[in-house]
């Protein structure tokens, strides 16, 4: 069997292509839930099941009408167990396959629905990526979250495209991982209400395709 020789750069990074989908065109479509009064106010919401704002709903139809013009191939629609995700995909006319906790968001213990300047009263420049959360969810166990789910999707690709419908923070996290950085650098990927990414290929390269596009309406 032919091995493909390993050629390192000038820092020792390999650069043969990450993985092969086998259709060079295949995509992975991660789409925010649309706006919830608590994502209006900046408070970290994970286990709290809060739902969409009204404006939330009409972004959440919008994002469909985007993501529909994407013309996914037979596309499996992976969602949150929140209401908040499900609604943003019935909203948004993506029938949903299946319900995954494991796409949930990143759990935040002690600091669930508490914003971030109220948890640097406590703890000066405290992120989410760069100091724990008390009774929350470790970076590395949303790591090796978010490689679960990136693995069951890249064995989807070579039949469908993938729609996960989930949270902020956790689609950062698939973003950073997708890419093969660590969970830390998450924090370049900004993610509003009812944004999407589109991850793709070039070259057999994992890539980012679009980022934290907005809705068409209400946003």
Same mark, same amino acid.
């Given at each position: 069997?032919?091995?493909?020789?390993?050629?390192?750069? !000038?820092?020792?990074?390999?650069?043969? /292509?990450?993985?092969? %989908?086998?259709?060079? !065109?295949?995509?992975?479509?991660?789409?925010?839930?649309?706006?919830?009064?608590? @994502?209006?106010?900046?408070?970290?919401?994970?286990?709290?099941?809060?739902?969409?704002?009204?404006?939330?709903?009409?972004?959440?139809?919008?994002?469909?009408?985007?993501?529909?013009?994407?013309?996914?191939?037979?596309?499996?629609?992976?969602?949150? %167990?929140?209401?908040?995700?499900?609604?943003?995909? #019935?909203?948004?006319?993506? /029938?949903? !396959?299946?319900?995954?906790?494991?796409?949930?968001? *990143?759990?935040?213990?002690?600091?669930?629905?508490?914003?971030?300047?109220?948890?640097?009263? #406590?703890?000066?420049? *405290?992120?989410?990526?760069?100091?724990?959360? /008390?009774?929350?969810?470790?970076?590395?166990?949303?790591?090796?979250?978010? !490689?679960?789910?990136?693995?069951?999707?890249?064995?989807?690709?070579?039949?469908?495209?993938?729609?996960?419908?989930?949270?902020?923070?956790?689609?950062?996290?698939?973003?950073?991982? *997708?890419?093969? #950085?660590?969970?830390?650098?998450?924090?370049?990927?900004?993610?509003?209400? @009812?944004?999407?990414?589109?991850?793709?290929?070039?070259?057999?390269?994992?890539?980012?395709?679009?980022?934290?596009?907005?809705?068409?309406?209400?946003?």
């Amino acid at each position: 069997m032919r091995k493909d020789r390993v050629v390192l750069d !000038d820092h020792g990074r390999d650069h043969r /292509p990450e993985s092969d %989908p086998l259709r060079p !065109d295949a995509r992975v479509v991660l789409l925010r839930h649309g706006e919830t009064d608590w @994502a209006r106010t900046g408070r970290h919401t994970s286990v709290t099941d809060v739902p969409l704002t009204e404006r939330g709903e009409d972004q959440a139809r919008a994002a469909g009408a985007r993501i529909a013009a994407l013309g996914l191939r037979d596309p499996l629609v992976v969602t949150s %167990p929140r209401a908040r995700a499900l609604r943003t995909a #019935e909203l948004a006319g993506l /029938p949903v !396959d299946r319900r995954w906790d494991a796409v949930r968001e *990143w759990e935040y213990g002690e600091y669930e629905g508490l914003t971030t300047p109220e948890i640097r009263r #406590e703890v000066p420049h *405290w992120t989410v990526w760069t100091h724990p959360c /008390p009774g929350g969810e470790t970076a590395d166990a949303a790591s090796s979250r978010a !490689d679960l789910v990136l693995s069951v999707v890249s064995a989807t690709l070579p039949e469908r495209d993938v729609v996960v419908v989930g949270h902020g923070h956790f689609s950062r996290v698939l973003i950073a991982r *997708w890419i093969g #950085e660590p969970v830390t650098e998450g924090r370049r990927f900004a993610l509003g209400p @009812a944004g999407s990414t589109v991850l793709g290929f070039e070259h057999g390269f994992r890539q980012v395709v679009s980022h934290n596009v907005p809705p068409e309406h209400g946003a």
